[in-house]
């Protein structure tokens, strides 16, 4: 069974730190694109970041470009954001994803849409504090 599991959240002040886990497991991570989501209380889902599965070519929103940086390792099937500069907007309940990576699959894109049959994470929230 697929499976992604978030970790890293909390309570930070604003302009504090915070870094993301994202452990996958029950599929080829290598074969996966990867993204990181999040959706406040009110707001709907919005795609902060991706990584593809082959070459690691990154994607940021416009939101967090600058202050998130997005990894992986696949000999550990984890992904991570790294999070700095936080502000009081990013809080919100953060959740990786999982996309089959060989189907033509843009990145920007799928931050965009996602699909329902992509694997997704419970969530781990982050609150940013001023």
């Known amino acids: 069974e697929a499976q992604l599991v978030e970790s890293g959240g909390g309570l930070v002040q604003a302009g504090g730190s915070l870094r993301l886990s994202c452990e996958a497991s029950?599929?080829?991570?290598?074969?996966?694109?990867i993204g990181w989501f999040r959706q406040a209380p009110g707001k709907e889902r919005e795609g902060i970041s991706g990584i593809t599965h082959t070459y690691g070519t990154t994607y940021y929103a416009d939101s967090v470009k600058g202050r998130f940086t997005i990894s992986r390792n696949n000999a550990k099937n984890t992904a991570y954001l790294e999070m700095n500069n936080l502000k009081p907007e990013d809080t919100a309940v953060y959740y990786c994803a999982a996309a089959y990576g060989h189907s033509g699959l843009v990145l920007s894109l799928w931050l965009d849409y996602p699909r329902d049959d992509d694997y997704w994470g419970q969530g781990t929230q982050v609150t940013v504090s001023s």
């Open positions: 029950g599929f080829a991570f290598g074969d996966y694109y």
